[in-house]
């Protein structure tokens, strides 16, 4: 069974940095795609940045040129950088096994997996 657990959220300054980490377990194979997307109070979960197992990323327009998805030893990454107030949000890490391409990568009815949530906070 595929077991996700987000950690690194935390409470940042406007400008600051922050670093998500989710290890992925009980999946073996080498196909897959993960992501992380994120919800605001009274907002919708939007996709942040996904990648696949054969190295494509895609990016929303908000965070492009300051968040980096990376996935190392089955650990899925999200750096964030020069982080804004809107990007205070909870963010979720989420999984599903084959290689998605395209647009797709970035929509969250592709995942059937998901982990529980880290709350990101930044202040202006």
């Known amino acids: 069974q595929v077991h996700l657990v987000e950690s690194g959220g935390g409470s940042v300054q406007a400008g600051g940095s922050l670093r998500l980490s989710c290890p992925l377990s009980?999946?073996?194979?080498?196909?897959?795609?993960m992501g992380w997307f994120r919800q605001a109070p009274g907002k919708e979960r939007e996709g942040v940045a996904c990648?696949?197992?054969?190295?494509d990323t895609l990016y929303a327009d908000s965070v492009k040129d300051r968040f980096t998805i990376s996935l190392d030893q089955n650990i899925l990454y999200l750096q964030m950088n020069n982080l804004k107030p809107e990007d205070s949000a909870m963010y979720y890490c989420?999984?599903?096994?084959?290689?998605?391409?395209?647009?797709?990568?970035?929509?969250?009815?592709?995942?059937?997996?998901w982990g529980q949530g880290t709350r990101v906070t930044v202040s202006s």
């Open positions: 989420a999984f599903r096994g084959g290689v998605v391409i395209g647009p797709s990568l970035l929509s969250r009815s592709c995942y059937p997996y």
């Open positions: 990648i696949n197992s054969d190295g």
């Open positions: 009980g999946y073996t194979y080498k196909a897959y795609s």
